[in-house]
């Protein structure tokens, strides 16, 4: 198998793998701060969702909800506002656990055609904010980027297939 065919085979793997394993989710950027979680900004993009099998004891919940209010999925996550230093000082090693009054983060749920809002419960299961999502959309880099994926991979076809004649 000669160098070109080879690199061809390569490419196409390539482009067809990226489509196998990304689905689109919400990724979410939020702000901690005092035990509230406000929303920064939203956007749909592909990506992978986490699997949320493992959900710690405590903290903060979100709840998925469609269109005629049932809930689609409900999930707890720790805000991210632990901090975990070490340092050595003379030979001895010292550190320990620095709890932030804020901090951002991104939080990454799946995505459903039917979802209409996100809503947030802190750790006394008191709804704390909710997110709209209805009207959000795929970002149009990531569509563009895709698009551009399987025309590159239409032509290479189509350049294998002229070659072969």
Sequence with gaps: MNIAKKMVYFWVFLILSSF??????????LHYEGGSITLIDKK??????????????FGFRAELVDFNDDKLE????????EMFVD???????????????KTDFALVVPYYEE????????KENMIISSVIVEDEKLAPSSAYGYLAGVLVLVGIIVWMWKRKK
């Design 115 to 122: 979802l209409k809002e996100i809503k947030f419960y802190n």
């Design 20 to 29: 196998v394993c990304a689905d689109m989710v919400y990724i979410l950027n």
């Design 74 to 81: 409900s999930f707890r996550f720790a805000a991210p506002n």
């Design 44 to 57: 749909v993009d592909y990506g992978i969702s986490p699997d949320r099998l493992i959900q710690p004891e």
């Design 87 to 101: 340092y050595s000082s003379e030979g001895e090693l010292h550190g320990g656990i620095i709890i932030l009054d």
